[in-house]
């Protein structure tokens, strides 16, 4: 399956911020940043989701706002965050937001950080 992906300049701040309001986004977005590439079924288990088709609707806002790249590799996907493309439009914006989320969640429970 292909994916549609804006280009870096069709990435909106308005499309980012909307899609990192949401405290699930942020948690996928939080394990990406830390944890580079990973298949969405990993993703699932750690976030503890068990309904797939929940998060079909989550890749779908974080992939058409521009913040993570969903590949298909054989029978998965592979999610990875835009952070090249985000540092380029708004430099410093995803490090406040991942800063910001971890300070409001240091355990960082929802975003599977292990501890």
Request: proline share 3%; glycine share 12%; aromatic share 4%.
């Amino acid at each position: 399956m292909n994916y549609r992906h804006p280009e870096r300049d069709q990435i909106r701040i308005d499309g980012v911020l909307s899609a990192l309001g949401n405290p699930l986004r942020l948690s996928v977005v939080r394990l990406l940043d830390s944890g580079g590439e990973q298949n969405c079924s990993r993703v699932l288990n750690v976030l503890g989701v068990t309904a797939k088709s929940t998060m079909t609707h989550h890749w779908r806002v974080l992939r058409d706002s521009g913040v993570i790249w969903q590949l298909a590799s054989g029978r998965e996907n592979l999610l990875s965050l835009r952070r090249e493309d985000l540092d380029a439009r708004f430099p410093g914006l995803l490090d406040a937001i991942v800063t910001g989320a971890r300070t409001d969640d240091p355990v960082g429970a929802r975003a599977g950080s292990g501890g």
